[in-house]
C-alpha cells in the first residue's frame, strides 16, 4: 500500500480513483489557460475524475534560447492563482531554482520538480521544507530503483507528501522509451506513482530546434499505466497541439481527452477490483 497524498480536496494514492494531472505545457495567455481549465474541469466533473491542473509558468529547459517559455513567474503565478479561485482546481506547477520555491509555494498546492533536476539536493530539499505535496519527475536518465536517493532528500524534511513521475528512460539520442516495469518498482517506495503518457511520447531536441514527438501513442502507453496500477496520469492537453507554444508534437487534443479518461477510468476499477 502506498501513502496516500492530500493536495486540496484531492487524494491520490491507496484506493483512492484514479487522478488526472492535466493542463498545457505553458501558460500561454491567461484567457488561454483560464478556458482551457474550465473545459478540463467540465470533462473531469462530467466524468467524477479528480483534477489537478497543471501549467508551467516558465519552461527554463527549452531547447532552444529562441523557444517561448511562458509569462515568467510573476504573472505566471498570478494567472495560476486566478485558475485556483475562479475554476476552483488544485494547482500543480514546476520550479527551477532555489528562489523561486517560497513564492511558488504561496500560491501552488503541488511542487513540481522537473526531471532533469530531480538529484539537485538542495532544490529537493528547499521544495521539501515547504511542506506542500511535491511532485518529482524521474530523470530520463535514472534507473527506477534511484528514486529512493531522491524521496531521501525529501523526506529528510519531515515533509512525507510525495509523488513519483515516470515520463520514459533515455533510448539512443533523441528518443525516450517506457519500461512498465518501471512503475511497480517506483511503487513499492511507498509513495503514490503518476505516468506521464504524453513526456514519454517526446523526441527529447528531435526537431532541431524544439522537441518532437509521437502523440498517437499516448493512448496506448496511458493504458498499460492504468493497467499496471499506477495512481495518477498526466497528460499535457491542448485544444490544437499544432499551434501550440510548447510540447505541441507530444499534446493530446482536447477533443480525444474524454474518450480516453472513460478507457482509463474503466480499467483503473478493473485493477481495484471493482468490477471484472
Known amino acids: 500500500m502506498t501513502k496516500e497524498v492530500h493536495i486540496g480536496g484531492v487524494t491520490v494514492g491507496e484506493d483512492n480513483p484514479l487522478v488526472l494531472i492535466a493542463g498545457p505545457c505553458v501558460i500561454e495567455s491567461e484567457e488561454f489557460a483560464i478556458s482551457l481549465a474550465r473545459r478540463l474541469n467540465e470533462i473531469s466533473l462530467a466524468l467524477e475524475t479528480p483534477l489537478i491542473f497543471k501549467a508551467s509558468y516558465d519552461k527554463a529547459n527549452r531547447t532552444s534560447i529562441s523557444s517561448f517559455r511562458g509569462p515568467g513567474i510573476v504573472e505566471g503565478l498570478k494567472i495560476l492563482k486566478s485558475i485556483k479561485e475562479e475554476v476552483g ?7 527551477h531554482r532555489i528562489g523561486e520555491v517560497p513564492r511558488a509555494a504561496e500560491v ?10 530531480c538529484r539537485q ?3 529537493l530539499v528547499e521544495a521539501g521544507k515547504t511542506g506542500k505535496p511535491i511532485n518529482v519527475k524521474k530523470g ?3 534507473a527506477p530503483w534511484d528514486m529512493a536517493h531522491v524521496v531521501e532528500k525529501i523526506t529528510s524534511t519531515g515533509n512525507k507528501q510525495i509523488l513519483i513521475t515516470e515520463r520514459g528512460t533515455s533510448f539512443g539520442y533523441n528518443n525516450l ?3 512498465i516495469r518501471s512503475l511497480p518498482i517506483i511503487r513499492e517506495l511507498g509513495f503514490p506513482v503518476i505516468y506521464d503518457a504524453t513526456h514519454s511520447v517526446q523526441f527529447p531536441g528531435g526537431a532541431g530546434k524544439a522537441s518532437g514527438g509521437k502523440r498517437e501513442f499516448v493512448p496506448h502507453l496511458a493504458r498499460a499505466a492504468v ?3 499506477v495512481d495518477g496520469v498526466f497528460l499535457e492537453v491542448h485544444p490544437n497541439p499544432e499551434q501550440a507554444l510548447s510540447d505541441g508534437a507530444n499534446s493530446l487534443e482536447l477533443d480525444a481527452l474524454p474518450s480516453l479518461l472513460r478507457q482509463l477510468l474503466a480499467i483503473d476499477r ?7
Open 89 to 95: 482546481l488544485p494547482i500543480l506547477s514546476d520550479v
Open 140 to 142: 530520463q536518465f535514472l
Open 121 to 123: 539536493t538542495d532544490l
Open 227 to 229: 493497467g499496471a496500477g
Open 177 to 179: 522509451i517506457t519500461d
Open 270 to 276: 478493473i485493477v481495484k477490483g471493482e468490477e471484472a
Open 108 to 117: 501552488l498546492d503541488v511542487i513540481q520538480i522537473p526531471a532533469f533536476l
